[in-house]
């Protein structure tokens, strides 16, 4: 069974770009978080998508956005790019079933921003 | 406001003896919470988990304490391996929303051979 597929897994962008991160979730799993951890912080959440919907959103400003297609694959996007963007992004999924569930992250997208 | 705090932010044990790894979270509505391990260059991977309806679970040489009143929990490793080194993370849901997690910001298990 395959995991939780990030790309691109490294970039680097200079301030006032915009970047798209993909993910796509372990066959299955009809629900997918993204967060941001940066040095010195644990992860952070952005939001979170499940049948094309976002259900819940972190504390993050609008520059950052999600979307989820009908096969459950993600995107993210930031716009007008930061220096304290640069972070590694981490795509989780889940089955998204009442109780208790664990999130299965990938191995993240490493954002630089020069 | 940090919810879910990771106090220390490294440890460092030998190989054999007991690895405990603390966490302390402020939000009472947390029911479930989780311990994560993360290895560079790779994304967090699932460790053990435990609700709030329990004090204890265990899993190999993983146990996790539940200490509802003092709002703290705690990972033990035992015997700790060579191969344990690597970030662990806390992190705390509640309310059945299991998808948004919240974390600690992590500690640094290096177990010296």
């Known amino acids: 069974k395959a995991g939780v597929t990030q790309t691109p897994r490294y970039l680097i962008k200079t301030r006032g770009q915009q970047v798209t991160l993909s993910c796509s979730p372990i066959?299955?799993?009809?629900?997918v978080s993204w967060y941001q951890q940066t040095p010195g912080q644990g992860l952070q959440f952005l939001f979170e998508?499940?049948?094309?919907?976002?259900?819940n959103k972190g504390n993050f400003p609008g520059r950052f956005s999600g979307r989820q297609f009908s096969n459950s694959r993600s995107e993210m996007n930031v716009s007008t790019l930061e220096l304290g963007d640069s972070a590694l992004y981490l795509c989780?999924?889940?089955?998204?079933?009442?109780?208790?569930?664990?999130?299965?992250f990938g191995a993240g997208s490493r954002l630089t921003v020069l | 406001d940090q919810q879910v705090k990771q106090n220390s932010p490294s440890l460092s044990v030998q190989e054999g003896r007991i690895s405990i790894l603390n966490c302390d979270y402020t939000?009472?509505?947390?029911?479930?919470f989780l311990w994560y391990k993360k290895y560079p260059a790779e994304g967090p991977t699932f460790l053990i988990s435990?609700?709030?309806?329990?004090d204890k679970n265990e899993d190999g040489r993983f146990t996790v304490f539940l200490n509802k009143s003092a709002k703290h929990l705690s990972l033990h490793i035992v015997p700790s391996q060579p191969g344990d080194s690597a970030v662990y993370f806390c992190?705390?849901?509640?309310?059945?929303?299991?998808?948004?997690?919240?974390f600690g910001k992590g500690t640094l298990l290096t177990v010296n051979p």
């Open positions: 998508y499940f049948s094309e919907t976002q259900r």
């Open positions: 066959s299955g799993h009809r629900s």
């Open positions: 939000n009472s509505m947390f029911d479930y």
């Open positions: 989780a999924s889940s089955q998204a079933q009442r109780g208790a569930n664990v999130l299965t």
């Open positions: 992190a705390a849901s509640s309310g059945g929303s299991n998808y948004k997690l919240t």
């Open positions: 435990i609700s709030s309806i329990k």
